[in-house]
């Protein structure tokens, strides 16, 4: 039996008066890579903040490990084992590498130890008490991930993790996604850059003016190009 970890249904997500989500619905079974696909302003991050509790209001259902979680505070569904991972990193400039990983507690039992996650990011070992701000763009990525391992979370939601970043880069995110997903991971991304995300999700959803107007899985992908060009220009 697969277990289901995430269960969006009807969700609607306003910031201020803007009505965003216009009723989203997701699933993601324990182990797998999913991936929401969309235009710039289609509502994939804010489905991601919207999960987290970080919209101004929102209505629905989001069930994380069958608990419901759409009437609690972001620190709450944190302690769900959620990790998310904004496009914008986070990473304080007057802490070193190894100071930001260190500052988020640990919220489950679990978590990678500070060696496990050196034996994956061996950039990070090197860059230990470098300033936060002096790592290069593909590091400070690679800390703002390694920062929620350490927490426990067990569902990561990853926006446009790869934006930005050398070829060579992206291909080390691959990889580590690839090696988060051998061990039990569940991931959510949200991707602009199809190349990096077609081969790593197991299933996608299409977003268009705040609603799913697609879903398929990867084995499908062939069959659906033509549709993905005309709604991502891929």
């Known amino acids: 039996m697969t277990k289901e970890v995430l269960r969006i249904e009807g969700l609607h997500a306003w910031y201020g008066e803007s009505h965003i989500l216009h009723g989203v619905d997701v699933s993601v079974n324990e182990g797998e890579v999913v991936c929401l696909l969309g235009r710039n302003g289609a509502g994939r991050t804010t489905t991601m903040r919207a999960i987290m509790g970080l919209t101004g209001s929102r209505k629905g259902s989001i069930r994380i490990g069958g608990e419901e979680s759409i009437k609690m505070a972001p ?3 944190a302690r769900l084992g959620v990790g998310y991972c904004p496009e914008e990193r986070g990473i304080f400039a007057s802490l070193s590498a ?18 496990e996650i050196y034996a994956m990011f061996p950039n990070l070992k090197e860059r230990a008490s470098s300033p936060g701000t002096r790592l290069s763009g593909g590091e400070q990525q690679m800390l703002a991930v390694a920062r929620i ?7 990561l939601l990853l926006d446009e ?21 051998a061990r039990g991971y569940t991931i959510v ?3 602009q850059n199809f190349r990096f995300a077609a081969p790593l999700a197991d299933r996608f959803y299409v977003m268009e003016h705040g609603q799913i107007v697609k879903q398929f899985e990867q084995r499908e992908l062939a069959n659906n190009m033509a549709m993905l060009q005309e709604f991502l220009g891929v």
């Open 75 to 77: 620190h709450k569904i």
């Open 98 to 115: 190894e100071e930001n990983l260190m500052l988020p507690p640990v919220i489950k039992s679990g978590g990678m130890s500070i060696d």
């Open 149 to 155: 391992l350490r927490t426990g979370a067990h569902l």
């Open 161 to 181: 993790i790869s934006e930005g970043l050398a070829p060579v880069i992206v291909q080390k995110l691959a990889e580590m996604i690839r090696t988060l997903k």
């Open 189 to 191: 991304l949200v991707e």
